[in-house]
């Protein structure tokens, strides 16, 4: 998505520098209208008004319109002027219209040319590096003349020529491409390439000069040689200056296309860019309303989502760019009437399957319980799995030894000579020990939630043990006095047997600690 998103800028930078360089609409001189006399004599070069191809102005077929006048170089001048130029490093490309009306004033085909325009590496008063300098010259047969390139000055400057004469009077539309990422820098031009296509394998590359290329920093024109030999008297107009082939190339029917920046085949309105090719990152239509997802467009499906948990189902949908009020693009719920259950959900202990990955409860901790009919916190030998320690009429206590009666359960007061064992000891009293029907003791509060206080009916001196369900001795005292309080902050939920021993007494008690 990011090479698409910088794609899509580089793009839209590109075709957003639309406007010429110069279409030389004004009259007069043209130092005094934006450009600078770097050398020679100023005022020479100006506007011309006489009519042209349209109005006073060059064109080419395709080319964006031209508006304005022309210019002229006369021979025998030598006013050079320069305009300053921005935003191109590295690789530049200028184009601009061409008419030769005669030869006169041209070197002869056999003579090496003048240059008459390229790029400058400085603007203002002051111009010395040049590239991508364009020849003119003459043509071998009357009436014509070819057109050449030299990259830049220095060592083995030669111009390389294209082999085509064009007849003189004709308009014709030049392209040249500096390349100074290279060493030595490399030019290439292109005449009457067809405007608003791709850059096309060029007609003519030169790298004869050795010097580089600093800076991209005017357009330059110049009235070289002299009378009888030198730039002639060359017709310029609709010069163009940009980083890319296509700022210098604009056709004058573009397409109103959109910037598809995340790729789904919708554009966005707020982004229109006129091209004449429908380049990659571009699209026909608007009616995006979210540009930076490819997820949402006018395709995109919607899926109701009745609680709220930002997953969605099957049983009803909506096709639309606009998110619906209690829509989601997730159709992946397996309950879409409880908010605990979605893909990804935390799994609870609630024989559902909250994450929908097909399981109940899974990954869960496991506890075996005993069925506890009677409910008095003792299960009988029945046993069963489940993911919580706390199930109602389940208990992780076995060992009743009357699952039917809440009376009688391990540690249960027993009631002398009844013929029931309360305390499933197997006897029907407390062998050894004296009738505790006089003797109390109270816990509370219990259940525990961190603090019990321990009372017994006489008031005397008592000791006292705390066992889990598992026989485990979690905390024995003696000499505790009546009233005394101890702390289960630290033991886990559950059930815990207190034996209470006074006098040759003893009793059992439950503490349920929360």
């Known amino acids: 998505m990011k090479k698409i998103t910088l794609f899509i800028g580089l793009i839209v930078s590109s075709l957003g520098y639309t406007q010429p360089l ?178 096309p394998p060029a007609d003519v590359s030169n790298n004869t000069g050795s010097n580089g290329l600093a800076n991209f920093a005017s357009i330059f024109i110049r009235e070289g040689g002299n009378a009888t030999a030198g730039t002639g008297n060359v017709e310029i107009d609709e010069i163009r200056a940009g980083a890319t ?80 009020l209690s829509f989601v693009m997730d159709s992946t719920d397996c309950d879409d009437f409880n908010n605990t259950v979605f893909p990804g959900a935390v799994e609870l202990c609630d024989n559902i399957d909250n994450d929908c990955d097909g399981a109940i409860d899974e990954d869960l901790p496991s506890y075996t319980l005993y069925e506890d009919m009677d409910n008095d916190g003792f299960g009988s030998q029945m046993s069963a799995t489940f993911c919580d320690s706390i199930v109602a009429g389940w208990s992780l206590v076995t060992g009743d030894c009357n699952d039917s009666v809440a009376s009688i359960y391990p540690g249960a007061i027993e009631i002398l000579d009844n013929g029931i064992d309360e305390n499933c000891d197997g006897f029907d009293n407390y062998a050894g020990l004296i009738d505790v029907s006089v003797l109390s003791m109270a816990l509370t509060p219990n259940p525990s939630e961190g603090v019990i206080s321990i009372t017994v009916s006489n008031n005397e001196q008592f000791e006292i043990t705390f066992c889990d369900v598992t026989g485990k001795l979690m905390l024995s005292l003696k000499n505790i006095a009546n009233g005394a309080s101890v702390s289960t902050h630290s033991w886990a939920p559950g059930t815990y047997f207190v034996t209470l021993r006074q006098n040759q007494q003893q009793i059992v008690s439950k503490l349920m600690v929360k």
């Open 22 to 199: 110069e279409q030389f609409d004004f009259v007069g001189l043209v130092n005094a209208n934006g450009w600078s006399t770097h050398s020679g004599t100023a005022g020479q070069l100006q506007a011309i008004t006489t009519p042209s191809n349209s109005g006073n102005s060059l064109s080419y077929p395709a080319l964006e319109n031209s508006v304005g006048n022309r210019i002229q170089l006369t021979a025998g001048n030598n006013e050079d002027i320069n305009k300053q130029i921005s935003n191109i490093s590295g690789i530049g490309y200028y184009s601009f219209l061409l008419n030769v009306p005669t030869t006169n004033g041209l070197h002869a085909n056999g003579g090496a040319g003048d240059y008459f325009i390229g790029f400058g590496g400085a603007s203002g008063a002051s111009v010395t590096i040049l590239a991508g300098r364009v020849f003119v010259k003459a043509g071998s047969t009357p009436n014509t003349f070819v057109l050449g390139l030299v990259n830049q000055s220095g060592t083995g400057t030669t111009p390389s020529f294209l082999p085509t004469e064009f007849p003189v009077g004709t308009t014709v539309f030049v392209v040249v491409k500096v390349d100074a990422t290279v060493s030595p820098i490399d030019a290439s031009i292109w005449v009457n390439p067809t405007p608003g296509t791709m850059e």
């Open 245 to 324: 082939w296509y700022q210098v190339t604009p056709c004058n029917t573009p397409t109103i296309y959109y910037a598809d920046v995340d790729g789904d085949g919708f554009g966005d309105f707020n982004t229109p860019i006129n091209s004449c090719l429908p380049l990659p990152g571009l699209v026909l239509n608007s009616l995006d309303c979210n540009d930076t997802s490819a997820f949402i467009n006018p395709n995109t499906v919607w899926y109701v989502d009745n609680d709220g948990d930002g997953f969605g189902y099957l049983d009803s949908t909506i096709t639309g760019c606009a998110q619906p």
